[in-house]
């Protein structure tokens, strides 16, 4: 019924920048809090930044300053901008969104397939 779908993904020299880029699709009514998350090998999948449908923002204290998260409420779209990238950004980074669903009205969680990235030179 939702489809997320992540790009913008690759591969970086540490220092570098990349920009992700989510797309929500499907039956959807609403969209509240979107975010994404990051799972390195052999580690736990751990939020990286969130932001809600009025766009207050919150993020994981190891990428304050370096990654911005914002949306476009019309597209139905979040991104995340990472600057100043380190070899431990390395990861598989998802997005998740919370969304009510034209039929159902209430709001499920929902995931990407995950887009990787590797800081590395």
């Known amino acids: 019924q939702v489809q997320l779908v992540e790009s913008g993904g690759g591969l970086v020299q540490p220092g570098g920048s990349l920009r992700l880029s989510c797309a929500a699709s499907g039956s959807i009514f609403s969209i509240n809090t979107m975010a994404w998350y990051r799972q390195a090998p052999g580690k736990q999948r751990d939020l990286v930044a969130r932001?809600?449908?009025?766009?207050?923002?919150n993020y994981a204290d190891s990428v304050k300053g370096r990654f911005t998260i914002s949306r476009d409420n019309v597209k139905n779209m979040v991104y995340l901008q990472m600057n100043s990238l380190k070899p431990e950004d390395t990861a598989v980074y998802y997005c998740?969104?919370?969304?009510?669903?034209?039929?159902?009205?209430?709001?499920?969680?929902?995931w990407g397939q995950g887009t990787q990235v590797t800081v590395s030179s």
């Open positions: 932001i809600t449908s009025g766009g207050a923002t």
């Open positions: 998740n969104a919370i969304v009510a669903t034209l039929s159902a009205r209430s709001f499920g969680t929902y």
